[in-house]
């Protein structure tokens, strides 16, 4: 493991199996609008890992195409809130993921990079009891790439001995805009979003995540 220096990691789909409870809360948010919530949903699913504040203007601004006042963005946000922090709190680890955290905090700094609000995020990884894992825990409104150069530039590890470890194309690219090695988190059954992205590794949680460090570093 001395080649890898440290490891950036997504929160949801990859700490926490909690996909789901961010696409349902999109569809009670809008379920006002029966005829457009699939859409909604499923740009919601293609564009995980980007803020909600950049997905609800979108909604707005390019499905919905009516007007949003800041008003109601702000109240949207906050009930969009109100109805995943609870639910997140309740979902299961992803398989091998607590097992990883205990195991390779004592290796390397290990970094949450979501698209998460930062104070919601740092809140939910608080009442989960994983502080004590993680050397920063990060989230919008600054994008994941931002993050990664900021903590690469900051702590001088180069892009190249870090990893990161997401289940979205943004963090693909933050990786990518970082050298990082990447590693996909495609759950079994799941859609494989990366078919035509060079990836380092694809792995189905972070049990394999562990095989392959202890193999390959």
Known sequence: MRSIQAAFLDFDGVILESIEVKAWAFKKLFEEYPQQVDEIVSYHMENGGISRFV????????ILKQPLSDEYF???CQRYSELVF???LQCEFVK??????????RQ??????????QEEMREIVEQKDLSQYFQGVFGSPNSKDYWVKKILSESQFPGRQTIFVGDAKSDYEAAKQ??????????????????EKDIAYR?????ELDLIL???Y
């Open 55 to 62: 997905k609800i203007k979108y909604i707005y601004e390019k």
């Open 214 to 216: 202890e193999r390959d």
């Open 86 to 88: 609870a639910r997140v």
């Open 96 to 105: 091998g993921a607590k097992e990883f955290l205990d195991k390779y905090h």
């Open 74 to 76: 702000k109240y949207l």
């Open 108 to 117: 390397m700094p290990l970094f949450v990079i979501s698209g998460t609000p």
């Open 178 to 195: 970082g050298g990082c090695i990447f590693f996909a988190r495609i759950p079994p059954g799941g859609e494989d979003i990366f078919e």
């Open 203 to 207: 792995i189905k949680d972070l049990s």
